[in-house]
Nanobody
Framework: DVRVAESGGGSVQAGGSLRLSCVVS????????VAWFRRSPGKEREGVAA???????HYADSVQGRFSISKDYAETVVYLQMNSLKPEDTAMYYC???????????????????WGQGTQVTVSS
Protein backbone atom coordinates (compact mmCIF):
# COMPACT_ATOMS: atom_id res chain seq x y z
CA ASP A 1 0.00 0.00 0.00
CA VAL A 2 1.10 3.54 -0.70
CA ARG A 3 1.65 5.60 2.41
CA VAL A 4 2.43 9.27 2.78
CA ALA A 5 3.25 10.74 6.18
CA GLU A 6 4.25 14.28 7.13
CA SER A 7 5.96 15.53 10.25
CA GLY A 8 7.71 18.63 11.54
CA GLY A 9 4.95 21.19 11.93
CA GLY A 10 4.71 23.49 14.89
CA SER A 11 4.47 27.07 16.08
CA VAL A 12 7.06 29.72 15.34
CA GLN A 13 7.33 33.48 15.39
CA ALA A 14 7.43 35.50 12.19
CA GLY A 15 10.87 35.40 10.64
CA GLY A 16 11.57 31.95 12.00
CA SER A 17 12.12 28.63 10.24
CA LEU A 18 10.65 25.15 10.22
CA ARG A 19 11.45 22.01 8.27
CA LEU A 20 8.75 19.58 7.29
CA SER A 21 9.43 15.97 6.33
CA CYS A 22 7.44 13.66 4.12
CA VAL A 23 8.02 9.92 3.97
CA VAL A 24 6.58 8.12 0.97
CA SER A 25 6.49 4.34 0.88
CA UNK A 26 4.94 1.60 -1.18
CA UNK A 27 5.02 3.44 -4.48
CA UNK A 28 4.58 0.98 -7.36
CA UNK A 29 6.48 3.20 -9.80
CA UNK A 30 10.20 3.75 -10.14
CA UNK A 31 9.58 7.45 -10.79
CA UNK A 32 7.06 9.49 -8.94
CA UNK A 33 6.40 13.09 -7.99
CA VAL A 34 6.05 14.55 -4.53
CA ALA A 35 4.49 17.89 -3.69
CA TRP A 36 3.61 20.04 -0.71
CA PHE A 37 0.25 21.78 -0.44
CA ARG A 38 -1.32 23.91 2.24
CA ARG A 39 -4.78 25.00 3.25
CA SER A 40 -5.76 27.87 5.50
CA PRO A 41 -9.28 28.33 6.90
CA GLY A 42 -11.47 29.95 4.30
CA LYS A 43 -8.92 29.59 1.51
CA GLU A 44 -8.43 27.22 -1.39
CA ARG A 45 -5.80 24.52 -1.16
CA GLU A 46 -2.56 25.92 -2.56
CA GLY A 47 0.35 24.14 -4.17
CA VAL A 48 3.50 25.25 -2.35
CA ALA A 49 6.40 23.25 -3.77
CA ALA A 50 6.89 20.13 -5.83
CA UNK A 51 9.30 17.96 -7.73
CA UNK A 52 8.14 17.23 -11.27
CA UNK A 53 8.79 14.05 -13.25
CA UNK A 54 12.28 15.26 -14.16
CA UNK A 55 13.11 15.94 -10.53
CA UNK A 56 13.04 19.70 -11.02
CA UNK A 57 11.64 21.82 -8.18
CA HIS A 58 8.72 24.20 -8.59
CA TYR A 59 7.43 26.79 -6.17
CA ALA A 60 4.39 28.96 -5.68
CA ASP A 61 5.13 32.64 -6.16
CA SER A 62 4.13 33.28 -2.55
CA VAL A 63 7.00 31.16 -1.20
CA GLN A 64 9.66 31.59 -3.89
CA GLY A 65 12.99 32.46 -2.30
CA ARG A 66 11.84 31.50 1.20
CA PHE A 67 10.93 27.82 0.91
CA SER A 68 13.08 25.04 -0.46
CA ILE A 69 12.13 21.48 -1.37
CA SER A 70 14.75 18.76 -1.21
CA LYS A 71 14.85 15.01 -1.17
CA ASP A 72 16.76 12.08 0.13
CA TYR A 73 16.05 9.18 -2.17
CA ALA A 74 17.93 6.76 -0.02
CA GLU A 75 15.43 7.33 2.75
CA THR A 76 12.48 8.17 0.52
CA VAL A 77 12.07 11.44 2.38
CA VAL A 78 11.16 14.80 0.92
CA TYR A 79 11.78 17.93 2.96
CA LEU A 80 10.27 21.38 2.88
CA GLN A 81 12.58 23.93 4.45
CA MET A 82 10.61 27.05 5.33
CA ASN A 83 12.54 30.21 6.15
CA SER A 84 11.48 33.80 6.82
CA LEU A 85 8.05 32.56 7.81
CA LYS A 86 5.15 34.98 7.77
CA PRO A 87 1.79 34.86 9.58
CA GLU A 88 0.13 34.26 6.21
CA ASP A 89 2.07 30.98 5.96
CA THR A 90 -0.09 29.63 8.77
CA ALA A 91 -1.90 26.58 7.41
CA MET A 92 -2.24 22.84 7.47
CA TYR A 93 0.50 21.49 5.25
CA TYR A 94 0.02 18.31 3.28
CA CYS A 95 2.39 16.09 1.38
CA UNK A 96 1.08 14.37 -1.73
CA UNK A 97 2.48 11.91 -4.23
CA UNK A 98 1.62 10.11 -7.43
CA UNK A 99 3.20 8.77 -10.58
CA UNK A 100 5.39 11.24 -12.44
CA UNK A 101 3.69 14.61 -12.85
CA UNK A 102 5.01 17.01 -15.48
CA UNK A 103 6.18 20.54 -14.74
CA UNK A 104 2.96 22.14 -15.96
CA UNK A 105 0.85 20.22 -13.44
CA UNK A 106 3.33 19.75 -10.59
CA UNK A 107 1.50 22.15 -8.25
CA UNK A 108 -2.01 21.04 -9.19
CA UNK A 109 -3.69 19.10 -6.40
CA UNK A 110 -5.90 17.10 -8.79
CA UNK A 111 -2.78 15.35 -10.12
CA UNK A 112 -2.14 13.59 -6.81
CA UNK A 113 -4.05 10.64 -5.42
CA UNK A 114 -1.95 9.85 -2.37
CA TRP A 115 -2.05 12.27 0.55
CA GLY A 116 -0.78 12.46 4.07
CA GLN A 117 -2.84 13.52 7.07
CA GLY A 118 -1.27 16.95 7.27
CA THR A 119 0.82 18.83 9.80
CA GLN A 120 -0.10 22.21 11.25
CA VAL A 121 2.19 25.21 10.88
CA THR A 122 1.35 28.32 12.89
CA VAL A 123 3.30 31.56 12.51
CA SER A 124 2.65 34.31 15.02
CA SER A 125 3.39 37.99 14.48
Amino acid sequence: DVRVAESGGGSVQAGGSLRLSCVVSGMPWSRYSVAWFRRSPGKEREGVAAFDDDGSPHYADSVQGRFSISKDYAETVVYLQMNSLKPEDTAMYYCASDSAVDKVRALKSYEYNYWGQGTQVTVSS
